[in-house]
């Protein structure tokens, strides 16, 4: 399984990026998909996650309002909306491939992209 993140760049604060993160594989609707970032000097830390069928989600509590995740299994791929970036945003965002359950735990997920790059200036 390979996952491949895109979509990252160099913004201002309150402007908005498209995450998108395409998945190999036949199994990409069986499994949930979650979006993790890290910060210079910080621990990787969950951002949001959506269930196999779309269904459910959950988000931080940091980008509540602010953050949109969806994924089209018709194309095996999940995306991460982010709108009003603020400069805290700044950081490396990892999409994942989870279980058969949602899950906030990093532990959860099995397999990982290996990154894009989001930067926002104030």
């Known amino acids: 399984v390979q996952l ?7 913004v201002q604060a309150g402007d908005s990026l498209r995450l998108s993160c395409v998945t190999s594989g036949r199994t990409f609707a069986t499994y949930a998909m979650g979006w ?9 830390e969950f951002v949001a996650a959506i269930s196999s069928n779309g269904d459910s989600t959950e988000y931080a509590h940091f980008v509540e309002g ?18 009003s970036l603020k400069p805290e945003d700044t950081a490396v965002y990892y999409c994942a491939r989870g279980r058969l359950y949602i ?8 397999y990982w992209g290996q990154g894009t ?6």
């Open 117 to 122: 790059q989001v930067t926002v200036s104030s």
């Open 36 to 44: 993790f970032r890290q910060a210079p000097g910080k621990v990787r």
């Open 66 to 83: 602010r953050f949109s995740i969806s994924r089209d299994n018709a194309k095996n791929t999940m995306y991460l909306q982010m709108n």
């Open 103 to 110: 899950s906030a735990a990093a532990r959860s997920y099995e």
């Open 4 to 10: 491949q993140a895109s979509g990252g760049g160099l």
